[in-house]
């Protein structure tokens, strides 16, 4: 293949192959108890798809507290994390068609990319729980780089992992962070609107769907060919 015949997908995780939304909202919910912290659903939704040390420090001042600083605000992500990958090993929820997709494109000679703002311990039980670790070419998770979605590092540094150009990427993600930090990238959007979301929200997305099943390679090709419409 031709370098300029190159095309990629780079992968959302949370939401987007991983039907998660539950496991983290109850993770969550379960730390900031611990913690004397209150966590409405609202405030969660607006969090989902960003860092931890952004979702920490948020939730505390919207709270009224002063967020934990350095090792203790490690250490509350890090109790979160270890709920949430307990909650997700008793029953792992692939996101329905989400492999299949993953295969249909690596039969149609994409490349492809996991780019997730979770740190490297829930990557890997992700894709282990997807049986997925031969159809990625690449990985991404938030330790990889300085700042998180929305902020286009993540997507970046998947493409030059993947060795594609960022004109050729397009991004799947279920959340506005997401969306935005594809955008940034200069790479458009396939969102898939997943629990906690709805098509209104997701509307900035280039294309906005309910299920994986119906997407062929064909129109991801023609999504990647129109571009992002956000430049």
């Known amino acids: 293949m031709l370098p300029g015949d190159l095309v990629a997908a780079i992968f959302d995780l949370d939401g987007t192959l991983v039907d998660s939304f539950d496991a983290h909202w109850r993770a969550w919910?379960?730390?900031c108890a611990r913690h004397g912290v209150g966590l409405t659903h609202e405030r969660f939704v607006r969090s989902?798809?960003?860092?931890?040390?952004?979702?920490?420090?948020?939730?505390w001042r919207e709270e009224g507290h002063e967020p934990p600083q350095g090792?203790?605000?490690?250490?509350?992500?890090?109790?979160?994390?270890?709920?949430?990958?307990?909650?997700?090993?008793?029953s792992f929820p692939a996101m329905a068609g989400g492999r299949e997709l993953l295969v249909r494109l690596r039969d149609d000679g994409w490349r492809l990319a996991v780019g997730t703002s979770g740190p490297p311990e829930n990557l890997r039980v992700a894709v282990d729980g997807l049986d997925a670790r031969s159809l990625f070419h690449a990985e991404v998770c938030g330790l990889d780089v300085a700042h998180g979605k929305p902020a286009p590092d993540i997507f970046l540094k998947a493409a030059e992992r993947l060795g594609v150009p960022p004109s050729r990427c397009l991004v799947v993600e279920d959340a506005v962070p997401g969306i935005e930090a594809a955008h940034a990238a200069g790479m458009p959007c396939l969102a898939i609107c997943s629990a906690g979301h709805t098509h209104a929200e997701l509307a900035s997305a280039e294309r906005v769907i309910d299920a994986f099943g119906a997407v062929a390679a064909a129109d991801l090709r023609a999504l990647l060919s129109a571009g992002p419409r956000v430049r």
């Open 29 to 31: 919910s379960a730390m």
């Open 48 to 59: 989902f798809g960003m860092r931890n040390d952004r979702i920490v420090e948020m939730y």
């Open 71 to 90: 090792e203790a605000a490690v250490a509350c992500a890090d109790e979160k994390e270890a709920i949430y990958r307990e909650l997700v090993a008793a």
